[in-house]
């Protein structure tokens, strides 16, 4: 069993940067692909990146591609989100989320879900 801790979240203004973490708890960590999703008020949880358990491939929603980058650090149970050059329409709560499935993109496949983070993003 995994258990995630979101942090990093709060005010961040268009044009600025912010980076999320994800602590996981257990041993197994390493062996899970890794995903960030997020969701805004009034809206579905939708995908935002991933990250297979080597670290060797990532992907991403065609919407923050270019502009935000997942990573992880198995040494240290974590999983990051750096945003960059964030926009209005990116603020929602953020979840990271682990997966022993490689559909990626598709919310079904994560078994274990943090609490969540907020973000939001000024303009």
């Known amino acids: 069993q995994v258990q995630l801790v979101e942090s990093g979240g709060g005010l961040v203004q268009v044009g600025g940067s912010l980076r999320l973490s994800c602590a996981a708890s257990?041993?197994?960590?390493?062996?899970?692909?890794m995903a960030w999703f997020r969701q805004a008020p009034g809206k579905e949880r939708e995908f935002v990146a991933a990250?297979?358990?080597?670290?060797?491939?990532?992907y991403y929603e065609d919407s923050v591609k270019g502009r935000f980058t997942i990573s992880r650090d198995n040494a240290k149970n974590t999983l990051y989100l750096e945003m960059n050059t964030p926009k209005p329409e990116d603020t929602a709560v953020y979840y990271c989320?682990?997966?022993?499935?490689?559909?990626?993109?598709?919310?079904?496949?994560?078994?274990?879900w943090g609490q969540g983070t907020q973000v939001t993003v000024s303009s």
């Open positions: 990250i297979i358990w080597i670290g060797s491939s990532t």
């Open positions: 257990g041993r197994t960590f390493k062996y899970y692909n």
């Open positions: 989320a682990a997966s022993p499935r490689s559909e990626l993109r598709v919310r079904a496949s994560y078994d274990y």
